[in-house]
């Protein structure tokens, strides 16, 4: 249950995903439609239902009409959900004078029906006219940064530029003549599932890969890992040498990122920016386009064959250059921008496409003419069979897998991955279960559990929640191997979530089934822990974090990752390192997890028992009249973490506990209290400080939502109900709109 659904007037939960079933692509939407919405079709009048009706069985005459065939209560029990909360739902959205928008993320895109998802969901805004009008339409809230920007350069394998497609002769001659080709090929290239399981067969010898990390973002990594193993040659062009791609790489080219890069980006409106560098590319750093020409003209220099009598195929000198190019392949075609012109954007600034040539501004809003980019300018509607997930629970795999985003983390996490204020929000990576799976499994919270699928296995913290149903899992996408290791009892390395993710794909997008795999949870055998917390200058952090990186395949379990809260007054980052194994550790690689915090020096506080592998080092600093707590290693016995790494990272004075730091046990010696939970990344605003001053205010619901927000939380938004304490943290962690 995320913050957005805890606001909700119907909320449909995932359930579908522990029933193996997929929403039925093109019924569901329909069949609240025509059964829930008949209504509002009979208010519409002049024959509506019945034209509506005529144009699906005219343009699918080989498909039975699927809404007729499944009612609201079918499909609600296909899809594990309410069927008065669907037929409500369906009221609502076909509501005639009003407008209804669709906010969808990753969950419709990522599966093997991905393209039947997005179009039973355009089919629902066709059928019902919500499209085409202001607060109306389907609104992927894509994650990636210029996405749509990608889809207009044909940035895909079976695509070409302008929305144009491989397969179509006419596309391909017309960017033929663009090029001063002959032609250009007619067979697609592999997309990027395929491309890593030609490699890992030897097909492919050479795998250029740019400004993104398959060796932590494709799903099943072992074949993604033997990929990259068997290839001849891997070049990897990055801003970040610390990805887990990168320590593949036998050529690193680094490139520019964001703030260093010259071009446009276009956003979910159609709007197209221009952004210039804020500050200089550092080092020998290149910008994508410059690195790719060069290499390019290279590479022609070799075949003069295929230069067709042209000096060069790649007369590029600027980023300009290149989009002017891109703009002329645009003419004609529905996102023409031949009237637009670097100048006019560094002048009047962005713009929105179309914009052809003669015109001074771009459209504002598509499809209001109800006029549609086909043939004979009508929409078409899409149908498909209902088909179940790629990979259903069964006996030996019964708990249903989802991956999903955290609220501060970004991808694989290579930026935001390095920061430790954004991991006060979710400090650690832990699997999710249902309670009641919990307490069947006879578990624990906090404790390591296997997450096993046919393709590999990840070692995780179990937590119980009630957002998650039964017989689901929930796993964040980003952790990866650049903080999360280890070896697993058969001597093979685990990847991190995607090690256990499927590969199966849309047959039509290409994009992998994140969403759903299917898996069995199971206690980890690594009874012996250890625990490292430490603040270390800025400039030492990140070489001490891959540098603890390396000891990871020692270990059954290992993350490493940042905490604190950035910019710290004596420039510190703290630094948090975990390790598990069947059996106490070598006692030479906790001397390197000693050495590497800094608890090597005379100035640390040490116990050892070697016969029962219980290892404890503390390191004080002197700062006024307080000592703090800068470093400590726990291996053994790590019940102390209880309340030592309350001390430490909230920087408490802590001379009153002395030699008592040794002890151990879950007891302080003194009391020790927690903040409490994060709500809020941007003001440090914690759950207690939410409830506490809540207590204090008074009047209504208005308010006492001006007094909460005054009082301590900026940008706080919690709607128009009742700010009681859960509510309140709800709705902030939910809604905090600097994030």
Known sequence: LSGLAALADVFFPRIWLRRATRVPAGTVSMTVYFHAGSAQLAEVGHGFADELLRV????????????????????????????????????????????TLSLYCQGL??????????????????????????????????????????????????????????????????????????????????????????????????????????????????????????????????????????????????????????????????????????????????????????????????????????????????????????????????????????????????????????ASTGAVRLYTDGVFPTDDGRARFSAADYRPVAEPRDAQYPFALTTGRLRDQWHGMSRTGTLGRLFGHVAEPVVELNPLDVERLGLQDGALVQVSSRRGRVVLPLQASDTVAPAQAWIPMHWGEEVLGGTDAQGQPLHGVNGVTLPAVCPTSKQPELKHAAVRIEPAALPWRMLGLAWLPQEQALRTREALRALMPAFGYALVLP?????????????????????????????????????????????????????????????GADRLLRGVLLAGDTQAESWIRTLLQDERPAQAYGRALLAGGATPPVAVAARGKQICTCFNVTEPDIVQTLARCSGGADARLAQLQGARIKGFVAGGQPPTAARACRCCAGWCGHR
């Open 563 to 623: 905490f604190g809260r950035e910019p710290h007054a004596d420039g510190l980052v703290g630094l948090l390192w975990r390790a598990a194994a069947p059996a106490p550790a070598d006692e030479a690689l906790v001397r390197q997890g000693e050495t590497l915090l800094g608890l090597a020096g005379g100035d640390a506080l040490v116990y050892r028992d070697r016969r029962r592998g219980q290892y404890r080092a503390v390191r004080l600093q002197t700062q």
């Open 109 to 358: 895109n990522q599966s093997s029906a991905g393209t039947d998802k997005n179009a039973a969901l355009i089919n629902l805004h066709l059928a019902t006219g919500q499209i085409g009008k202001p607060g109306a339409g389907p609104f992927s809230l894509t994650g990636q940064p210029n996405a749509m920007g990608g889809r207009e350069v044909g940035g895909l394998s079976n695509l070409l530029s302008a929305h144009r497609d491989l397969a179509n002769p006419a596309h391909r001659a017309e960017v033929a003549a663009l090029w001063g080709l002959p032609d250009v090929p007619a067979t697609p290239g592999k997309s990027a599932i395929e491309m890593f399981q030609a490699a890992a067969d030897g097909a492919i010898k050479l795998l250029w890969i740019v400004c993104t990390n398959p060796a932590q973002s494709l799903p099943d990594q072992a074949t993604v890992h033997r990929a990259l193993q068997r290839a001849e040659f891997v070049i990897v062009q990055d801003a970040f040498a610390t990805t887990a791609t990168a320590a593949h790489a036998d050529l690193l080219l680094p490139a520019t990122t964001w703030g260093e890069k010259i071009g446009t980006v276009t956003n979910s409106e159609r709007r197209i920016s221009l952004v210039r560098p804020a500050v200089p590319a550092p080092g020998e750093a290149r910008h994508d386009w410059c690195i790719g020409v060069n290499v390019a003209r290279r590479l022609e220099a070799r075949l003069p064959e295929r230069l067709h009598g042209q000096a060069t195929l790649f007369p590029y000198d600027s980023a300009e250059s290149v989009w002017n190019e891109h703009r002329e392949s645009t003419r004609g075609r529905d996102l023409d921008i031949t009237g637009l012109s670097w100048a006019m954007l560094e002048r009047d600034g962005p713009q929105q496409w179309p914009l052809p040539e003669g």
């Open 56 to 99: 699906f069985r005219h343009q699918h005459p080989e498909v039975d009409l699927v809404p007729v065939n499944m009612s609201p209560q079918v499909a609600a029990r296909v899809c594990g959900i309410d069927a008065d909360d669907l037929i409500q739902a369906a009221r609502w959205f076909s509501h005639r004078g009003g407008a």
